[in-house]
Structures are given as C-alpha cells and as structure tokens.
C-alpha cells in the first residue's frame, strides 16, 4: 500500500487505451525501463503513456513536486505497436473473451473473403460488359467503368476496416447513440451518391467519398444491430431472433422496392430527373425519424453513463432511483456521454485534469483526500476530470458520478479541498444507500463498459 494515499502499488506503465492513471510508492532503486526511477528516497509517482511518450508526476516525502518527459524506448514503443495491432485485430481481452476457436476461424476466414472479393469483382465486370457490346471500344469501356466501380468498392472497405479497428470497444456501452450515428453517414454517403448525376465528371470522387460514408455507417450500425439482438434474445434464442428478423427486413424491403419503382415512374413522367433530390430528401428525412423512434423505444437493462448520470442524480436529489424503463426513457440518443448531468470526463489525462505542470500541494490535497478510492475527482467550472487508479473496475466508475453529481448538485462550480472533502464524506456515508435503491428500482444487471475519455 502507498504510505501517502493508501492506493494499492501497481509498477505496471499505463497504456493509453485505457488512459487510467497509476499512484505507486518507491524506497528502492528499480529499472527504468520498468517505469520506475533510479532514487534511494521515498516518493510517490504518477505515471501516464500517451504515444512515444511517458509523462511522470513526482510527489517527494519532503515535498517537493517534479514532472519529467521522455521518449519511450524502442522495446517499450515495440511493445506499444504490438499492443495497438492487437488492440485494431482482436477483441478487447483475448484471448480469454472469445472462445478458443476465435483465431483459428478468422484465419481461414480472412483468404475465405478476399476470393470472395475477387469474384464478385469480376462479375460486377460481366455486368457491366453485358449493359454494353461487349466487344471493340464498347468492352474496353465497361472494363474502365468495371474498374471505377471495384475502386468506389474499395473505398467503402477501408471505411469498415477503420471503424472496426479503431471503434470496436464502444459499441457496447451505447448502442443506441452508435446506431444513430450510422444513419447520420449513412445519409452523408447517400447525398454524395445523389449528387453523381449532376457532377459526372466526379464520378469516382463523389462515389467513392459516399461508398466510404455509407460503409463506416454499415461498420456502425451492424455491431449495435448484434447488441440490439442479443438484447432481445432473453432465452438465449439468438438465432431464432436473427432468422425472425431477416423475415420482417425482407418483407420491409419487398415494400420499399415496389414503393420505389413507383417513385421512379413518377419522377420520370414528370420529365425532371432532378426532381429526385426532393424526393429523396423527403424519404431520408422520414427514415432517420423512424429509426430514431425505433431506437428510442428500446429498454436496456445495463448502466452506461448516461443512464448512470440518471440514477446518481436522482439519489443526490432526495428522489426516488430510477429503474430501467425511466432510465432509458429520460435518453437523449444523440448526446454525448459527457453533456449528460453532471458533466464527467471519466479517464481524463493528468495534463487535461490538472494543467501541463500541476501545482503540488493540490495535486497532494487530491491524492490524500481520495486515499482508498479508485479514482480521483478534479471539478472544475461545473464539470468533472475523473483520474482512474489502473485497477480500476467497472462497477467502480459509479463513485466518481455520485460525488460529481453531489457537487452539482450543491452549485459547487470550482471546488476547492472542502468541497472535495465534503463531497467524499457524502459519498462514502450514502452510496451504500444508493446501491441498495439502485437494486430496488429494478433488474440492472451490470454497468456497461464506459467510453474513456
């Protein structure tokens, strides 16, 4: 245990995926390359890694502050680049979140679907070949028009790739915001393939740059349309929910192309093809309220932050917990998780929280009066940093918004040591009440994962 805050010593670097921070004491020389520094006295040491560099924050026994920054070694970047192309290929956890059959299925997977690529290429070439001559000049056209289309395809690949690279860790937390994001490109993508009509000479840009806004939608969509799925699928019966829904998405789509060749004839009888744009607006205008309404209506039994925001504020209040259906009922799909109330920055960096060189008696003060929890509070202009101790757990990020939420709650806008120690002896004297409500208003089963700043 860390003699002056009382926080557990991890000497393990931080990794800036999950941007947590580390408070550990040292009396004893150690290897750099460890994350530890060459000292004979006692200190206390905060450590953050962003990138190539390491940042460490130095609270020394007589009190002195020091803060140094340096260049990870080629080992420790090594180590970094292999973690980042972990991180961009497999799940969060593996290998022991998936089933053991995870790898090996993917790599027979992977050639499975670049022949698949292959072939579908070459027959969209056919198709094209087959609307022309199919022979002399004619053929070499479809071949140039086969191959714009195939590099539009790709366009819109390399869009998937990256939100499943980069995005796959936030999906869970709120599906529904994620699922309306998609829309917002689905409909960006849509407008440029509009548009290639009246640009044909940027044909390949319009529709490559709307393949690429439709295909990072699709990467959106999909995973929360899995989650929404599994949500649903209360007796295990994933696969019959799947197949059911196939049912009701190919009925929809027999409706929407017959409503569609209709429109066509109609806007083709006028004789202005441009009356289109209208059109479509009108239809696209119709669809994301439909899919915002569809979204709105679901009941997620998990805690993100927004529904945890809900719950804290209410208990601070004096009010009565809310359970799942007012929970998700108070929502606003397109908000972000940190303008619900209060306003939390959970996982912020050391330099965001407290300036590029903290003051050491603050950073002291803070340290000593959350000495015990997993995280450290910084509420500054009416809105919440939340430093995360490494070991921190999910179910632990509910501390941090019940105290900010008590501060908001006071109208505390820049809370100084006695607000910060008030709003801790709050907390530790009421969250025990709180969870008991929390389980009282009705069949939360867990906290989701929530997004790091």
């Not at 860390?2 to 004491?25: D, E, K, N, Q, T």
């Not at 020394?60 to 961009?88: C, I, M, Y």
Request: charged share 20%; with cysteine; hydrophobic share 45%.
């Amino acid at each position: 245990m860390c003699a002056c805050c009382g926080l557990p010593l991890r000497p393990r670097i931080v990794p800036r995926s999950a941007r947590r921070w580390a408070v550990r004491a040292a009396a004893k020389t150690d290897t750099a390359r460890s994350g530890e520094l060459f000292s004979g006295e006692a200190f206390t040491e905060l450590v953050e890694v962003d990138g190539r560099r390491r940042r460490r924050f130095m609270l020394h026994s007589p009190g002195r502050l020091t803060a140094e920054t340096d260049v990870l070694s080629r080992e420790d970047q090594a180590g970094s680049a292999t973690d980042a192309l972990k991180g961009f290929f497999l799940p969060a956890g593996y290998p022991d979140s998936v089933a053991r059959d995870y790898l090996p299925y993917q790599l027979w997977a992977v050639p499975c679907h670049v022949t698949g690529w292959m072939a579908s290429s070459l027959a969209t070439s056919s198709l094209l070949q087959a609307v022309g001559i199919g022979s002399g000049a004619a053929a070499a056209a479809s071949a140039t028009a086969a191959i714009k289309w195939i590099t539009k395809d790709a366009v819109g690949v390399a869009g998937r790739l990256l939100v499943g690279g980069r995005l796959g860790g936030v999906f869970d937390e709120d599906p529904k915001r994620w699922r309306l994001t998609a829309e917002i490109f689905k409909t960006l993508g849509l407008a440029a393939e509009i548009a290639t009509p009246f640009f044909p000479g940027s044909f390949v840009a319009l529709a490559g740059a709307g393949n690429f806004s439709r295909a990072v939608g699709k990467g959106l969509g999909n995973p929360c349309f899995r989650i929404i799925q599994t949500h649903q699928a209360i007796a295990g019966n994933v696969g019959d929910i799947a197949a059911k829904e196939e049912v009701w998405e190919v009925a929809a789509q027999l409706a929407g192309l017959g409503a569609s060749v209709a429109l066509l004839r109609a806007i083709e009888a006028t004789g202005r093809p441009e009356n289109v744009v209208a059109v479509w607006t009108a239809v696209q205008a119709a669809h994301v309220a439909l899919r915002y309404q569809s979204l709105a209506v679901l009941r997620f039994d998990s805690l993100n932050q927004q529904r945890a925001c809900a719950c804290v504020r209410a208990h601070v209040a004096g009010c009565a917990v809310p359970g799942v259906d007012e929970a998700n009922a108070a929502e606003v799909l397109w908000a972000l998780p940190a303008m619900a109330r209060p306003s939390v920055s959970l996982g912020a960096s050391v330099e965001r929280a407290l300036g590029l060189t903290p003051d050491r008696k603050h950073l002291q003060a803070l340290l000593a009066a959350h000495a015990g929890e997993k995280h450290v509070l910084v509420w500054r202009g009416g809105r919440g940093m939340v430093l995360l101790h490494e070991g921190v757990r999910t179910a632990d990020l509910l501390r941090p918004l019940w105290q900010a939420a008590w501060l908001d709650h006071a109208g505390v806008r820049d809370a100084s040591a006695a607000d910060t120690a008030a709003s801790l002896a709050a907390l530790r004297e009421r969250f025990d009440d709180f969870q008991r409500q929390l389980r009282a208003a009705g069949d939360f089963r867990h906290i989701t994962d929530v997004v790091l700043s």
